[in-house]
């Protein structure tokens, strides 16, 4: 099976660089080679580069940003791993749900999984980037496993699935959509320009917000916007505004 391309896992705040040394070994185990750290405590490492074994070239090539809106601002599907479920409940899979959506998804868009911190996991506001939250069951009172582990689960169940693919559809058309989807970074654009018409018609009190975007998010994301439909959906918010003006005018 050739190299999962479009897929890359993102830690968030690592703090033990041994733990993203284990993963990168996990992922080239799996046939992943993309990392990116978001703002990881101690990196580049040597104690990293031990516990990669003969994936070094994974952490070599390994991108470091500064916020996970920049880690998956070019991506059409986020899922991020979570061992807590949170206040707003949110799209849930399980690592197989998660294996298959990949698999159908990968050839189309790329494909950002996400892992959290340590001590605390992923953040409200970062886990609500995810259009899914993969939980991996596990004992419910002790539900939290090592960070590298949850990457190799992860990892092996969309191998499995992607390998089973590869023997089942081979010369099969499995063209998904007709457009394609809109990325993280388009995404975040719409939340913007959403959120100021919002303001400007006084529907939405930035002083008030109650949660109010954390369930836009929630909505959209579960409809997965393609380019076309955001593309719409910015023409009419800019013409809300435009007509807006005229009335003051
Ligand atoms: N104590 C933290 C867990 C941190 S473990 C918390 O309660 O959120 C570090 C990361 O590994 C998590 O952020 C998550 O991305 C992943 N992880 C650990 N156990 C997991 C599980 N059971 N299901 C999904 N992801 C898990």
């Not at 090592?146 to 089973?164: D, F, H, M, P, T």
């Not at 369930?215 to 916007?225: A, E």
Request: charged content about 25%; glycine content about 6%; proline content about 4%.
């Amino acid at each position: 099976m050739s190299v999962l391309q479009n897929i890359r896992v993102v830690l968030v705040n690592t703090a033990h660089p041994g733990n993203i040394g284990a993963s990168a070994r996990a992922m080239k185990n799996m046939g992943l080679n993309q990392i990116i750290l978001v703002q990881p405590k101690d990196f580049p490492s040597g104690v990293a580069i031990g516990r990669a074994a003969s994936a070094t070239d994974i952490l070599e090539s390994a991108v470091v940003v500064d916020s996970l809106q920049e880690a998956v601002a070019d991506c059409g599907l986020v899922i991020c791993a979570s061992a807590r479920s949170r206040k707003i409940p949110w799209p849930m899979l399980d690592p197989q749900q998660t294996a298959q959506k990949v698999v159908e998804e990968m050839d189309y868009t790329k494909i950002a999984l996400v892992f959290g911190r340590e001590d605390s996991g992923l953040s409200n506001e970062e886990l609500q980037l995810g259009h899914f939250h993969v939980q991996i069951p596990a004992e419910e009172k002790y539900s939290s496993l090592n960070l590298a582990a949850a990457v190799l689960v992860i990892c092996y169940e969309i191998r499995k699935v992607a390998s089973e693919k590869n023997t089942h559809t081979q010369g099969q058309d499995t063209e998904l959509w007709d457009q394609e989807f809109a990325t993280g970074d388009q995404v975040e654009h719409f939340y913007r320009h959403l959120e100021q018409v919002m303001i400007d018609i006084k529907f939405h009190d930035p002083s008030n917000p109650r949660q109010l975007m954390q369930r836009i998010r929630r909505l959209f994301g579960r409809i997965r916007l393609d380019v076309m439909e955001l593309n719409i959906l910015r023409g009419i918010l800019t013409n809300i505004e435009q007509s807006m003006k005229r009335k003051k005018n």
